[in-house]
């Protein structure tokens, strides 16, 4: 999904569930090496920040920043 798409869900996810963990797979089925990392560094650059921001020092501690 869009970055947007997936921090809607991790929101959703944590509001229906209260957890503060996540386990991300950047890599699915055909993906190529390239695609896995460009996934991989949409997520750190647009997903991660939104979600450190609207949960704050738990994803900070968790993801060691």
Request: charged fraction near 15%; aromatic fraction near 4%.
């Amino acid at each position: 999904g869009t970055p947007d798409q997936c921090i809607e869900k991790i929101r959703m996810y944590a509001d229906v569930t209260g957890t503060d963990h996540l386990l991300m797979l950047h890599s699915v089925a055909a993906m190529s090496a390239a695609e896995s990392e460009s996934s991989l560094r949409l997520f750190a650059a647009e997903v991660l920040p939104a979600v450190q921001a609207a949960f704050g020092s738990a994803v900070a501690a968790a993801s060691g920043t």
